[in-house]
């Protein structure tokens, strides 16, 4: 069964603390695998897409890595802005033009100043 | 680029009412449109996918009688909740998606908070 897992389930740093966020992924063939970050009460916030194990991608504090089994998202020195739930979706291969993606349930992150 | 726009973003209305939500993408043509549902601390649960021009695709489990979806032009999609009760209530939201570029991204709206009193 396809299946997106997120870990941890909510992680709180101090401002400055450097970590990762994992995203692990059991599918039948992988288009693309997407974070997001979303704040309460707003609708999710594209951060990145990656297609290929090796591929890296970057952004201010945060970078994107990819395998063939998960990806991590590196938050570096962290500040209390970055505080949100940071969502993991992929999109899989298929016959037809499903452009479904299957979501991870997320993590929290809280980061203290 | 790739600004979605969701009205209203806050509802209230009694149980039995009908409820419309729009969906536009103000800056790009979206050839696919995402409705999705969001319980609190929860994670995005996809309702319909929707393709301009054609008839919506509903997850299994989703009444598509009681939620219409139109997609009438490439920036706009409605979703309505019809004759709606306390259970519908939630946190809906649409995502956009172009394939111009062979971009897979989603790129959703800020949201609509509906309550059904």
């Known amino acids: 069964e396809d299946q997106v897992t997120q870990s941890p389930e909510a992680l709180r740093l101090q401002e400055g603390e450097s970590s990762s966020l994992n995203c692990s992924y059991t599918?039948?063939?992988?288009?693309?695998l997407f974070w997001y970050r979303q704040d309460p009460g707003k609708g999710p916030e594209f951060l990145f897409t990656?297609?290929?194990?090796?591929e890296e991608k970057e952004k201010e504090r945060l970078k994107a890595t990819l395998t063939k089994k998960e990806s991590f998202l590196h938050i570096t020195a962290p500040k209390p802005e970055d505080s949100a739930t940071y969502l993991c979706?992929?999109?899989?291969?298929?016959?037809?033009?499903?452009?479904?993606?299957?979501w991870g349930l997320g993590t929290s992150l809280a980061v203290n100043p | 680029g790739a600004v979605v726009s969701q009205h209203p973003s806050r509802v209230i209305c009694k149980s039995g009412t009908s409820v419309k939500i729009e969906c536009r993408s103000l800056?790009?043509?979206?050839?696919?449109m995402f409705w999705y549902r969001q319980f609190p601390k929860k994670s995005l649960m996809l309702m319909a996918t929707?393709?301009?021009?054609?008839?919506?695709?509903?997850e299994q489990g989703v009444e598509k009688d009681k939620f219409l979806i139109n997609h009438a032009s490439l920036t706009l999609s409605t979703l309505t909740v019809t004759s709606a009760h306390p259970e519908d209530s939630s946190f809906y939201i649409c995502?956009?998606?172009?394939?111009?570029?062979?971009?897979?991204?989603?790129?959703f709206g800020p949201g609509t908070r509906l309550t059904v009193l």
């Open positions: 979706a992929v999109r899989l291969r298929d016959a037809g033009n499903n452009r479904k993606l299957i």
């Open positions: 929707s393709n301009e021009g054609s008839k919506a695709t509903y």
């Open positions: 995502s956009a998606s172009t394939l111009a570029g062979g971009h897979n991204e989603q790129f």
């Open positions: 800056d790009f043509q979206a050839t696919t």
């Open positions: 599918v039948s063939g992988l288009r693309g």
């Open positions: 990656l297609y290929s194990a090796g």
